[in-house]
């Protein structure tokens, strides 16, 4: 077999490594060529570094906690593919050719490209939050996955009733009920079915206003206020609200639209309230199921967990700028209250 030369392999190097770096994986080469040969995960986000920027510091906390310091024995190999699938899927691939010991995805399209990546690799995939995993044929089941994909499932439709609950609370004249929903988003569907039956149930009417893109978010809010919705649910596990969560809580309050998440975030940036996981903590959570890999697990053998406690954040300042007052019996049911 023909060996290549050291120039060669070296124009090889150069070449693959500026690949990687114009679509957003960062590899940090000196800590690679340390000896003792730190354990390399990557960490794909569909989404923007400063949206996110704290989950992944939720992340690396966890690993911490787990023994692994990025820099010492740990290497992370990241992938923002700031909302482009393309962007995405090429990253993907990229990834899959590392060989790295683990992945961390972070929401729906980044599991499934890289699940699809690493068909023949192998590589274990690790969910941090991502909503019905069986039904989107990401894993077999929750207690046997199998295959090379494990980790921490949301609970988007459980979550629903609740939110139902607290936002006719505040709001007990509501009328309809908007649903944000994106059309892109493949878990939306089940979850506008589960809606629809719950509405069934409690007599509630909901309006469905259909996004496909950032781009529609300032007409979907206008068409809310034309047809005088006045209340409004915004679906969980979307990678689009979430990075544009600020513009979103901003439209509601401009608009005069009392709306309910189901992520915190969105009540930090001005959002009237929340109930839900938290996110911080499943990416911190997910840390431990890479840890488990890094010892020698199998994905498939690894039951994925689901979370257990929810928490309602509730903004004061803002449900004034509505006009609206929380009622003191939910005040005090709220696990944070943002003045």
Not at 66 to 82: D, F, H, M, P, S
Not at 262 to 275: D, K
């Amino acid at each position: 077999m023909e060996v290549l030369s050291g120039e060669i392999m070296q124009t090889m190097t150069r070449l693959l490594v500026g690949m990687i770096l114009a679509i957003g994986v960062s590899i940090p080469l000196a800590v690679a060529q340390e000896t003792g040969k730190p354990k390399r995960v990557g960490y794909v986000v569909y989404g923007a570094s400063g949206q996110r920027g704290h989950l992944e510091q939720a992340f690396l906390e966890g690993m911490r906690d787990q023994g692994y310091v990025e820099g010492k024995n740990l290497i992370v190999e990241r992938l923002y593919a700031e909302s482009d699938s393309g962007r995405l899927r090429q990253g993907a691939g990229v990834l899959a050719a590392l060989k790295l010991n683990a992945i961390v995805t972070t929401c729906t399209p980044s599991t499934k490209a890289i699940k699809d990546a690493t068909a023949v690799t192998g590589t274990p995939v690790l969910m941090a939050a991502v909503s019905d995993p069986v039904r989107q044929g990401l894993i077999a089941s929750l207690p046997r996955p199998g295959g090379n994909v494990s980790g921490r499932a949301s609970q988007g439709e459980e979550v629903l009733p609740k939110m139902l609950e607290l936002l006719t609370t505040v709001l007990p004249n509501a009328g309809s009920v908007g649903v944000l929903y994106n059309t892109n988003n493949p878990v939306h569907p089940h979850l506008w079915t589960a809606l629809r039956d719950l509405g069934s149930s409690r007599g509630v009417k909901f309006v469905r206003i259909d996004v496909s893109g950032r781009g529609d978010l300032p007409a979907a809010f206008e068409r809310m206020a034309g047809q005088r919705v006045r209340a409004l649910l915004v679906l969980s596990d979307d990678p689009m609200t979430f990075t544009r969560r600020t513009e979103v809580a901003g439209l509601a309050q401009k608009y005069r639209i009392a709306a309910i998440y189901g992520v915190s975030e969105f009540v930090e940036q001005g959002g009237l309230m929340s109930y839900g996981e938290n996110y911080a903590s499943s990416y911190r959570g997910v840390a431990a199921y890479v840890s488990r890999v890094l010892s020698g697990a199998r994905p498939a053998d690894l039951p994925v967990e689901q979370p257990t406690k929810f928490e309602l954040v509730v903004n004061v300042r803002s449900a004034k700028a509505l006009g609206l007052t929380f009622p003191q019996s939910l005040l005090l049911r709220a696990d944070r209250v943002i003045e």
